[in-house]
């Protein structure tokens, strides 16, 4: 029974072979569908995996107050509603007025996303992103300490000249030193350097490496634009007590805003796991148009190879007359025609998942996304390669087994 497989696999490679452009052109149809698949499916993945990872560390017991809602949409560019920013008066009364146990609360803003630090002789590109933040900002946004020490009360409320640093100071500015004590300027401002960020890398191409964090009073007195939009987080210790502290926080903010019972709240309220549930939810479409564009290349795929093959078999009448009457059966030839037909497949599947894989890197490179091997994607090309092979090779192979020796051997 081997013998006869393996007998039937060389007829087929050699088929192949004699026939390479016509295999070539078929390869890359059934490619193009695969590819299509993969490497939508494998840019999504890693979309998820930089979503995950940048908010899943904040963790399920965190909800951050905003100017608006997620999902708040837009019409024409502008949005449905316009609420007013989060004012630091409004931000820091909140802090003030919001008791609810066993909770912590952090202030923040962006000052620039353009600055330049200097170190002695040294300055970077003015492309640093300067935040004031308070004493709970870290433990807030999760995010870990590679070196030093976080910022204390008496920093904040002292105003201390102190800063912490993003991991990518130790490879450019301070590589060469140990960063901590030592002094660095923004604007004309010096800071003593009391600790430095783990890696984060980047999302969306927003390099989370490359900032400083400053007290915030400190931050407001450098950077005074009009309307700057204060950010408010606040992470519960027990999670069990998450949506009374939710619903505490949004009666307090309220009542700073003087909202009356009617109206309907002007600002946003937003949890990191609902965040990424959010996102998913958008990721998930992509998915099903990556499953559609694919199914659409893979029917085009599938008759192109049926065609293929029944002309493969008209032109092989002969071949099949000699092979009959020298005491080949009909399975024999059957299976023949059919591992042809699985073999183009899978070579359509081999060069769909490394095209696929490719684009994927390549999108995930450019979006600066975290690339994993998409396995799921590479079994279902390699699922799916099989399933067209299945069903276009059937109706050739038992074409093929059913024809009559004499008049085969009659064919011209």
Same mark, same amino acid.
């Given at each position: 029974?081997?013998?006869?497989?393996?007998?039937?696999?060389?007829?087929?490679?050699?088929?192949?072979?004699?026939?390479?452009?016509?295999?070539?052109?078929?390869?890359?149809?059934?490619?193009?569908?695969?590819?299509?698949?993969?490497?939508?499916?494998?840019?999504?993945?890693?979309?998820?995996?930089?979503?995950?990872?940048?908010?899943?560390?904040?963790?399920?017991?965190?909800?951050?107050?905003?100017?608006?809602?997620?999902?708040?949409?837009?019409?024409?560019?502008?949005?449905?509603?316009?609420?007013?920013?989060?004012?630091?008066?409004?931000?820091?009364?909140?802090?003030?007025?919001?008791?609810?146990?066993?909770?912590?609360?952090?202030?923040?803003?962006?000052?620039?996303?353009?600055?330049?630090?200097?170190?002695?002789?040294?300055?970077?590109?003015?492309?640093?992103?300067?935040?004031?933040?308070?004493?709970?900002?870290?433990?807030?946004?999760?995010?870990?300490?590679?070196?030093?020490?976080?910022?204390?009360?008496?920093?904040?409320?002292?105003?201390?000249?102190?800063?912490?640093?993003?991991?990518?100071?130790?490879?450019?500015?301070?590589?060469?030193?140990?960063?901590?004590?030592?002094?660095?300027?923004?604007?004309?401002?010096?800071?003593?350097?009391?600790?430095?960020?783990?890696?984060?890398?980047?999302?969306?191409?927003?390099?989370?490496?490359?900032?400083?964090?400053?007290? #915030?009073?400190?931050?407001?007195? =450098?950077?005074?634009?009009?309307? /700057?939009? *204060?950010? @408010?987080?606040?992470?519960? %210790?027990? &999670?069990?007590?998450?949506?009374?502290?939710?619903?505490?926080?949004?009666?307090?903010?309220?009542?700073?805003?003087?909202?009356?019972?009617?109206?309907?709240?002007?600002?946003?309220?937003?949890?990191?796991?609902?965040?990424?549930?959010?996102?998913?939810?958008?990721?998930?479409?992509?998915?099903?148009?990556?499953?559609?564009?694919?199914?659409?290349?893979?029917?085009?795929?599938?008759?192109?190879?049926?065609?293929?093959?029944?002309?493969?078999?008209?032109?092989?009448?002969?071949?099949?007359?000699?092979?009959?009457?020298?005491?080949?059966?009909?399975?024999?030839?059957?299976?023949?025609?059919?591992?042809?037909?699985?073999?183009?497949?899978? #070579?359509?599947?081999?060069?769909? =998942?490394?095209?696929?894989?490719? /684009?994927? *890197?390549? @999108?995930?490179?450019?979006? %600066?996304? &975290?690339?994993?091997?998409?396995?799921?994607?590479?079994?279902?090309?390699?699922?799916?390669?099989?399933?067209?092979?299945?069903?276009?090779?059937?109706?050739?192979?038992?074409?093929?087994?059913?024809?009559?020796?004499?008049?085969?051997?009659?064919?011209?």
């Amino acid at each position: 029974m081997f013998t006869l497989l393996r007998e039937n696999i060389r007829i087929a490679a050699n088929s192949i072979k004699g026939q390479l452009l016509r295999t070539i052109l078929t390869v890359l149809i059934i490619a193009i569908g695969i590819t299509a698949l993969v490497g939508i499916l494998t840019a999504v993945t890693a979309l998820e995996n930089t979503i995950t990872s940048d908010f899943a560390a904040m963790g399920s017991n965190t909800f951050s107050l905003r100017q608006y809602e997620f999902t708040v949409q837009r019409r024409g560019g502008e949005r449905e509603k316009i609420n007013p920013i989060l004012s630091y008066r409004e931000v820091r009364q909140f802090k003030e007025d919001y008791q609810y146990p066993f909770t912590q609360t952090s202030l923040s803003f962006t000052g620039t996303g353009a600055a330049e630090v200097r170190y002695e002789s040294e300055k970077t590109d003015p492309e640093v992103r300067v935040l004031g933040v308070d004493e709970n900002y870290l433990r807030n946004s999760g995010l870990d300490l590679g070196k030093g020490r976080d910022f204390t009360v008496f920093d904040i409320q002292n105003n201390n000249n102190v800063c912490i640093l993003g991991a990518d100071f130790e490879k450019d500015l301070l590589k060469d030193v140990n960063p901590i004590g030592k002094t660095i300027a923004i604007r004309g401002v010096k800071f003593k350097v009391i600790g430095v960020l783990e890696t984060k890398g980047s999302t969306f191409g927003n390099n989370q490496d490359l900032r400083v964090l400053i007290p #915030l009073e400190i931050a407001r007195s =450098i950077y005074t634009n009009a309307n /700057i939009n *204060y950010s @408010v987080s606040i992470k519960v %210790d027990n &999670k069990d007590m998450l949506e009374n502290a939710q619903d505490e926080a949004i009666i307090t903010f309220r009542n700073i805003r003087k909202l009356a019972p009617v109206e309907e709240n002007n600002f946003g309220m937003e949890r990191s796991d609902s965040l990424i549930n959010q996102i998913f939810q958008i990721t998930s479409v992509l998915n099903i148009a990556a499953w559609i564009i694919s199914i659409i290349t893979v029917l085009g795929s599938s008759i192109a190879l049926m065609n293929i093959m029944l002309v493969s078999v008209t032109e092989r009448t002969r071949e099949i007359g000699v092979r009959k009457a020298l005491g080949a059966k009909k399975k024999s030839i059957a299976t023949q025609f059919f591992v042809e037909t699985m073999m183009i497949g899978q #070579l359509g599947a081999l060069l769909g =998942i490394i095209l696929g894989i490719g /684009i994927g *890197y390549a @999108v995930a490179n450019f979006a %600066d996304f &975290k690339f994993a091997t998409p396995w799921a994607a590479m079994i279902w090309a390699v699922v799916i390669s099989f399933i067209i092979a299945l069903i276009s090779g059937g109706y050739p192979a038992t074409k093929a087994a059913k024809q009559d020796p004499i008049e085969s051997l009659r064919y011209e």
